[in-house]
């Protein structure tokens, strides 16, 4: 793309992306967010978009995401490598904020290779900072969702907040640590000290630390190739005027400071770890790209003011197959809540929104928008901040008409029926956020650009 820019006192010109994007240029360094609480249709908007970005990152989260890409009828779900790999001409990195599981990557890797997929270390990275998932994080996390009983958070059970809660207390394994068995060595022995302990009192079964560092070294021969300066990546994409794609996973609502906490992941999910995340500067971050699901969807526990426990919720669940691509659970469904989708605007400053899985909502008479909150007698435009306040809140619904054309062949935004623009334009209205692409059906093709 042109770099235009704003002009030095000098009268020199420096380049400035801001300006390109306001020049008219739609993409430049693009943040991917889901902005309800995940599972938005991420995977296909990043597969769609990667085909003009030279280099697509993954900052946080690890494989409790599953994203889902649908081209000319062939399905990949994808829970590590970035959305962005099904188009040749990319890099694919794997940032510092992510947390991976070497075997779940190695798997993903095979499947891809096996479908002809170029996933050699040339376009595919991990940052040497990226913690890493072992076998006693997998078992902490099972361990205590089962002691937790009825106060369940419902994870995906993939070691995820165990392996970030080493982190932050500083004995975590990261990728780059596989270079160094001694030190891959002394951190496993360490770590098992205390988890061994934690396991027994949770009656889990404790874990042979020679067993886990064994595990882990005979893996290391075919990741080691992959680590990478992921820094020095992005630097050398954007000194050559390639557009970078940050592929969020997980959504606002489930983000450990400003999701409904404590049912959230345990990773800002918010844009503004996209910079941190993988290690780029915050100014870098041009566009800021909401996916919003036509309606609201939830795995786990957790309040969720919309939720539809009725005949239209089963609805929407089957005609979206809102099953998790992660786990197969089956999802919450409920309406749109603008609520949210309000917080998430203030939270990323969304500069468009991708509205997903309208086809879905074909067929219902009418459809519902949460347009603000009840909440002990007071009307809320935003979400309350105390712990448990969503889960008193009571919905205050607009009604708008429903349509029953088909509009998953539709290609351009004139195709679609008057009251199908309608709901769109009363979404638009109530984020304060232009809707720039309109999906209307799995595949990559069925996505209609504004
Ligand atoms: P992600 O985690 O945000 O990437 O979303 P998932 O892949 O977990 O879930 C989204 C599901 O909806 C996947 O099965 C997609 O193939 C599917 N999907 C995405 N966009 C659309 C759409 O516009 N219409 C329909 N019917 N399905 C869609
Ligand atoms: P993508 O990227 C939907 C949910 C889990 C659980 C909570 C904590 O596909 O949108 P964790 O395993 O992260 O400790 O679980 O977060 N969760 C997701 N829900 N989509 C996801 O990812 C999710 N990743 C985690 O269901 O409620
Ligand atoms: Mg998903």
């Known amino acids: 793309m042109t770099l235009t820019g704003r002009s030095l006192a000098d009268g020199r010109r420096i380049p400035c992306r801001r300006a390109a994007l306001q020049a008219g240029n739609t993409m430049a360094n693009t943040v991917i967010i889901g902005a309800q609480w995940g599972d938005e249709g991420k995977g296909k908007i990043v597969d769609m978009l990667s085909a003009r970005s030279r280099a697509i990152v993954r900052f946080q989260g690890g494989n409790n995401a599953g994203h889902t890409i649908k081209v000319q009828g062939q399905e990949t779900i994808l829970h590590l490598i970035p959305s962005g790999i099904l188009h040749e001409g990319t890099i694919c990195l794997v940032g510092n904020g992510v947390v991976l599981d070497p075997e779940v990557f190695l798997q993903e890797v095979d499947q891809l290779a096996q479908r002809g997929i170029d996933v050699s270390p040339a376009r595919l990275g991990i940052s040497k900072k990226t913690h890493l998932i072992l076998p006693y994080h997998k078992s902490l996390d099972k361990a205590r969702e089962a002691k937790r009983a009825g106060r369940k958070i419902g994870t995906t059970g993939r070691g995820i907040g165990p392996c970030y809660e080493d982190k932050a207390a500083r004995v975590g ?85 400003h999701g409904t906490y404590p049912f959230v ?14 290690g ?101 435009e935003y979400p309350p901040q105390e712990e448990g306040g969503l889960g008193e809140v009571t919905p205050v619904y607009e009604e708008l008409p429903g349509f029953d054309e088909d509009i998953s062949g539709c290609t351009s935004y004139a195709d679609l029926p008057d009251n199908v623009r ?29």
Do not use: M
């Open 265 to 278: 992941t345990s990773s800002n999910t918010v844009a503004g770890n996209a910079a941190a995340g993988c």
């Open 422 to 450: 309608a709901y769109i334009s009363r979404i638009e209205a109530l984020a304060g956020v232009r809707i720039s692409l309109v999906s209307v059906g799995p595949d990559r093709r069925q996505t209609i650009e504004r």
């Open 173 to 257: 394994l990261r990728a780059g640590d596989l270079c160094n068995p001694e030190l891959v060595r002394s951190k496993v022995t360490h770590a098992l000290e205390e988890k061994n302990i934690l396991l027994r009192a949770y009656n889990f079964e404790p874990l042979d630390p020679g067993a886990v560092i064994d595990g882990l070294l005979a893996l290391a021969p075919r990741l080691t190739p992959y680590l990478t300066e992921v820094e020095d990546r992005l630097q050398e994409v954007q000194q050559k005027g390639g557009d970078i794609l940050f592929e969020g996973a997980q959504g606002v609502h489930l983000d450990i400071d």
């Open 280 to 380: 780029i500067a915050p100014s870098a971050l041009t566009r800021v790209v909401g996916i919003v699901k036509a309606y609201t969807t939830r795995v786990g526990s957790g309040p969720f003011p919309t939720e539809l426990l009725d005949d239209t919720g089963s609805y929407l669940r089957t005609e979206g197959h809102e099953f998790g691509a992660t786990t197969g659970r089956p999802r919450r469904c409920g309406w749109l809540d603008a609520v949210v989708l309000r917080e998430s605007v203030r939270l990323n400053g969304l500069t468009d929104i991708a509205l997903t899985k309208l086809d879905v909502l074909q067929n219902l008479p009418v459809l519902q928008i949460c347009v603000a909150y009840e909440y002990h007698g007071r009307r809320l």
